[in-house]
């Protein structure tokens, strides 16, 4: 095996897999180790997003080699969707960001990457954390960021331990290329907590867009759970159908109490769509058509919408 001898696990993100003879088979998302109550956390695979947005398990033991900007594989792909087990845990899902303690009692500090070595016996042991000391609250002080420094895994505690406290900046720094649906995706299969803390990092612009990617179901519970101002924010930089599909599958009282959060003017949009029957053309409808003249061919009235990026419904109604 040609793979390198130690790997840096959120520099992977991103990056292009490939089978044998060249050929792309898709893009690592994430990687999966089992943590351990005793020993190393071993690593065991790569979330792949191969065409169709799926996310599949590639074992380690099928990764022949591990260069810079690429990783090869036998080939071998199992297309099933992935799913994780309990006892796995998602290296840039539910590690990166967690706090850790020092086991010299020297402090606290946040994971910002980890490494993945090779053993002799073909394991992928995760050996390695690249840390960021917290600093103590001192008043106003110059220094911001505490240092940054490289440890053994067994320098530190609390990697298995709780998600509490746990941000989200290096989880969407890994991230930040990827298009809405596909950052939705990754929201839709992180657990509820961290969910809500990827979702709340996010500007309203960007959880806006994703908002419209997700499944009503995380909708409602990202939704739920944030600030109400912060909702109402969020709510206005939505579609107006979007929106008023969202606030329909929210209890009454709560719908009411954002929408006058929002400003009237982006409320009053809302409401008008939440006048009309969810399963009637109104209810379908968006506020924001687009309109091309009658000389308009069929191939540019095609081309505009989805430049525009137009919600499914309106598809079939440009006049």
């Known amino acids: 095996m040609s793979a390198a001898t130690r790997v840096f696990m959120a520099r992977l993100a991103g ?3 490939f089978d044998p003879i060249g050929d792309e088979v898709g893009r690592v998302r994430d990687a999966v180790v089992l943590v351990r109550a005793k020993g190393a956390p071993r690593a065991v695979g790569l979330v792949v997003e191969v ?12 990764v022949t080699a591990i260069d810079a900007g690429q990783v090869i594989s036998t080939g071998l792909l199992n297309m099933r969707r992935f799913e994780q087990r309990a006892m796995e845990s998602l290296v840039l899902g539910e590690l990166l960001d967690r706090t850790v303690r020092f086991t010299d009692g020297s402090g606290e500090a946040t994971v910002e990457d980890l490494s993945i070595t090779r053993q002799r016996t073909g394991d992928w042991l995760v050996d390695q ?21 490289v440890v053994p895994v067994g320098a530190v505690t609390g990697l298995a331990g709780s998600t509490e406290e746990q941000g989200a900046t290096k989880l969407l720094e890994a991230y930040e ?6 950052l939705a995706d990754v929201l839709h299969e992180l657990g509820d907590t ?9 500007d309203d612009e960007r959880l806006a867009d994703v908002l ?18 912060r909702a109402a924010d969020v709510l206005e930089a939505m579609q107006p159908d979007d929106a008023a599909d969202l606030l329909n599958e929210l209890p009454d ?27 009637t053309a109104g209810g379908l409808m968006t506020t924001e058509p687009v309109i091309l003249g009658p000389e308009t061919s069929i191939a540019t009235a095609l081309a505009q919408i989805r430049k525009q990026d137009l919600p499914p419904a309106l598809a079939s109604m440009v006049f």
């Open 51 to 62: 065409p169709g947005r799926r996310r599949v398990f590639l074992p380690l033991t099928r």
């Open 253 to 279: 009282e709560q719908a009411a109490r954002l929408l006058e959060l929002m400003e009237p003017e982006e409320a009053k949009d809302v409401r008008r769509l939440l006048s009309y029957d969810e399963d």
């Open 129 to 149: 954390l690249f840390v960021r000391r917290k600093q103590p609250a001192r008043g106003l002080s110059l220094r911001r960021r505490g240092e940054t420094l």
């Open 177 to 182: 290329d990827l298009r809405p649906a596909d």
């Open 194 to 202: 961290r969910r809500l803390e990827v979702a709340s990092a996010l």
């Open 212 to 229: 419209e990617e997700l499944p009503e179901d995380d909708q409602v519970a990202i939704v739920s759970r944030l600030d109400s101002d």
């Open 15 to 17: 990056t292009q897999v």
